[in-house]
Every structure is written in C-alpha cells, then in structure tokens.
C-alpha cells in the first residue's frame, strides 16, 4: 500500500522560504510516476503547484515557477519542495501526492491525476 | 482552463441520486477530466479519471460521464459516507486546474 507522509514546518514568516518533505513508503519513488505538490488555501479551492521526476524533469505551474524549487532524493524515497519569499498568499493546507503521467501529441510528459495524496500540512505564513 | 462546478451545494438524503456538474471553459482535450471526494480534514480521494474510469476500489455506484466542456459525476444511490466535497480536475491542458467544488450534504 503507497503512503506519502508530509513533513515540515507549520509557521513561517513573510519574506521567507516554505520547506516540506513527503516521504513515501510502499513504493520506489524512481518506479515511473512524477511527484507532486498541492496547496488549497482556507476556505478555497486546490491549486497545483508542480511535479518532478525523479532523473530531474520538471512540471511547473506557471503562476508559482518563478518561487517554486522541487527535489527528490531517492536514496531516501523522498521529495521536496520550496517556496520562496511567501507572503500571507500563500497560507494554505499543501498537500503532496503522486503524480500519474503521460505524454502530450508533441512528446512531452503531462501530468494526468494525483492518487495517492498525503496528509496535508496547514501552513501559515505569520510574523 | 476554468472549471466550473455546480451546484455550490447539494442537499439531498441517503438513498437519494446526486447529479454534479463540472463545466469547463473551452473544450477538455480527450476528455481528460477526473473527479476528486474530500471529506473534512482529510486529503482528497481519486474517484474517477478519464471522464468516466473508476479509480481502484471505488464503488459502482459512482459513475462519470460528459465531453468536451460538460462533464458529470453521479452517485446513484447515496450512502451516508458520500456525503463530502467533490472536486473535478482537467489535465488536458496545462497547467492543470480544479473546479471550487461542490458540497454534497445530508438533507
């Protein structure tokens, strides 16, 4: 059975730099699926912020890619992400998941859905 | 791709149909659309993919269905423990983006 388990801190203060970890267990993060973050903020809907392979390639959000840096280190079975300079914005439940993926008519990977999801880490940013 | 969900809430009893609606914006490529139940402080739950594909483990009496920018997701007969948030997803264009969701509460 796949389990992602969210880590990471709960507060962080404007201008700084959001960091959580999802470590998976069930499964081998190099066996062919992306990986993935979400965020709903309070009260709203889910937004994606990105997916990343685990030999490096990366599927962004466009309205976050400029803050967004993914990772993934495998020896662990884990992935990353960060987000830089937030702002009370970006306060939201982040959710990470694993990411079904296929390929668009030009050749380039797609993500298609996430399942499973983690738990879910409600973020704040406060001072 | 905005999607748009409808209605905001659905109030309807066990053992009662429920008809959701996810109308998107311009056309979903290959009906790339897929439906998502949240319940309160949990993580969302693949239901279906492709329009219409039942997820693993998910009963029958979930059903989706539509094309292009109108796409539905149906329960046939309500158990208590559907009552819940449903999103839909579309991935046929990037970036992805999700409907604001419909609550489906108990009447």
């Known amino acids: 059975q796949v389990q992602l388990q969210q880590s990471g801190p709960g507060l962080v203060k404007p201008s700084e730099t959001l960091s959580l970890t999802c470590t998976v267990s069930?499964?081998?993060?190099?066996?062919?699926?992306?990986w993935g973050w979400i965020r709903q903020p309070p009260g709203k809907g889910l937004e994606w912020i990105g997916s990343m392979f685990h030999r490096g390639s990366t599927l962004y959000n466009p309205s976050l890619k400029s803050r967004v840096s993914l990772s993934i280190d495998t020896s662990k079975n884990q992935f990353s992400l960060k987000v830089t300079s937030v702002t009370a914005a970006d306060t939201a439940v982040y959710y990470c998941g694993r990411d079904r993926y296929s390929y668009d008519s030009g050749g380039s990977p797609m993500g298609n859905w996430f399942d499973p999801w983690g738990q879910g880490t409600l973020v704040t940013v406060s001072s | 791709i905005v999607l748009t969900q409808s209605p905001g809430t659905l109030s309807l009893s066990p053992g009662e149909r429920a008809t959701l609606s996810c109308r998107a914006s311009?056309?979903?490529?290959?009906?790339?659309l897929v439906w998502y139940q949240q319940k309160p402080g949990q993580a969302p739950r693949l239901l279906i993919y492709?329009?219409?594909s039942r997820a693993t483990g998910i009963p029958d009496r979930f059903s989706g269905s539509g094309s292009g920018t109108d796409f539905t997701l149906t329960i046939s007969r309500l158990e208590p423990e559907d009552f819940a948030m449903y999103y839909c997803q579309q991935y046929g264009s990037s970036p992805r983006t999700f409907g604001q969701g419909t609550k489906l509460e108990i009447k």
């Open positions: 311009q056309s979903v490529s290959s009906n790339y």
């Open positions: 492709g329009a219409s």
């Open positions: 069930g499964y081998s993060i190099i066996d062919g699926y992306y």
